[in-house]
């Protein structure tokens, strides 16, 4: 092996330079004392000197090498001191210019770690056979065993001045070992021939070789988030600087919050930067551990992602290797605070966040940030999104930059995007309603008409009268709670369907069935589920049959009826937050409970049609491509008292039955298909009949003759 320098670092391999001082100095001390103990190899197992062409001795009995040791340590003393090679690097060894005091990430391991130079040295060794590709047969021939081509403790002892110093290492309290710079093998326990590791990334950052590494980027903390609302003994807590040991910040807030931005916000006072972590990492200790070296060594904090339930075993894992390090983990936690269902992670002290939810101002300044010179002609419409889609910092972020310097962009396309970032989707507890008519096709008397225009101009005007009129404060950002009553069949589920058409609007129709549930307090937890989701994606909470979860509230004989009113509390609560627009429709108003009837705006009643009102609903419910000359709907409209709902279903059975029989003449150009008055009046008494209505020849008038055999 050749000789090397004295003035820089001793390498197997050619060019490998390491750019941090401290590190370069101790790796030259490993080198230099592994090509000592390589010619004192020679010497002991063949009688011959280094041939010094980097051939290395041949392999001998361990154990008789191991008690050579002992009972030459006085001859190897002299041939270090009288053999030319092994003197040379006794004297290089002797005149390693040791680095003046500077930064750097080795410096602060050692003062961190309180390492005296017997760690130092062993510290070294670990990183060597990471940095230097030509040690490993090196370690090998030292250690006289060929499977072992690594650093040993028990080769650090042969290797170093002061062999009870490296003895004194092997313990799980020393700074190595608890802080986790050295790993203790797949064995799990302390020993000498042990492999002395460390991660590979953590060797690269104490040699000055991952200063720009793009693996550690830093999380920036964002213009919307505000501390004003964290407790100020927990500020000043989290502003003193480095923890005393692995610490952990709970962040709670909604599933899309802008947790990495919050802690970001929580760690600047300080001055330590933030570390994301992958996902990846989570299930896997040992990369999570050494991100938190990586972390420690940059004085950083960590932001994880959100946990599943199956991450949580090796997450424990990891905050008990890294229980002594002096970082914070940041960590997005159920809203609500506590630990939800999962367990508790190991660490030396714990502190709960409540994250308030992206609130209007701040969304609506994102948006105009975000989208440029295209925000200022669309303002009223980015207004009205800020309002409509309740979305948190990441997504708004998002759609921004997707939507920033498209040419074409107009108020649509932002609302659009607001939509299918609010993530709406059946959830078993609600489907999706895809709407089939707009307001021009509602058929109601005047004033009910009228009741309807208001309500769908209150949901247009909600965002001005909210924030620029200043209403928001006072009601909460409340939207509407609508009642639809009437008897069935006359246009409730048709007037919702009008209003999410005119407002587009994404329609939810609630299934009670999946949301009233038998067992004690899920009904709360349904209910919350179904408010939560309208709320985040701006959709229109349509509930058929309310008076069948919204009902009187009963007296107390039992522990049910006690959760039940619970329940009905909740719901009474949580309709007077609601920030949408809550429809609630009902057969029976006279059931619905007083308390919930004073927190709804608006009550629009659907009386039955009258004979101006049938006929509009006759002539509307003709499908476009049917021949319907033959009908004479004054006379249905007259003689048939029937809802919209009832008339729709006759039309569609006259259809049926019609769609089977040839037509008698020729269609006229673009029908498929014609109806005639007895094909209707067939299909009329047919409904009548399922209605347990008496059915009279005089309601047919002249039509009587030809309905005798369906009349008798």
Known sequence: MNAPSPHGPACVTPGLSVPDPFAAYWLAQVNLRLRREIAWAWHQRAGAADPRDGSLPTETDPAGDALDWVRFATARERFQQDDPAAAYLGDCLARLPRPALAGGAWAFVADAAGLDEAGTFVLAMAMAQHLDAGLGPVFAACANDATRPYPTPALAQRLWDDPAAVACLLTEDHPLFRLGLLRSGSGGGLGWQMPLDIAPAVAQALAGLRADDPARPHVTVPAHVRLDGVPAALAARLARGRPEGLELVALHGPEAADHSGWAAALAAPSDRALHPVSRRALAEPETLCTRCLLAWIDGADLMLPAPAEEDYPALAIAARRSLALPIRWFLPAPQGGGHGHRPALPCTARFDVSLPPLDHAARLAMLVDGLGASAERLRPALEDCARRFRLEAPAVRRIAADLRGRPDLDAGHVADACRAASGARDDGATQRVTPRFTGAELVLPPRQMRQYVEIRDAMRALTEVHYRWGTAQAWSEAGLSVL???????????????????????????????????????TEKNLRRVFDAAEASDAILFFDEADALFGKRTDVKDAHDRFANIEISYLLERMERFRGLAILATNRRKDLDEAFMRRLRQVLEFPMPGPEERERIWRAAIPPNVDATALEFGFLARQFTFSGGHIRSVLLNACLQAAGRPPEAPLPAGKAGRLTMRDVLVQVRRELDKLNRTVGEEQFGRYAAQMAEWLS
């Open 484 to 522: 639809f009553c009437g008897p069935p069949g006359t246009g409730k589920t048709m007037a919702a369907e009008a209003l999410a058409s005119d407002l587009r609007l994404d329609l939810y129709r609630t299934d009670l069935s999946q949301v009233v549930n038998k067992y004690i307090g899920e």
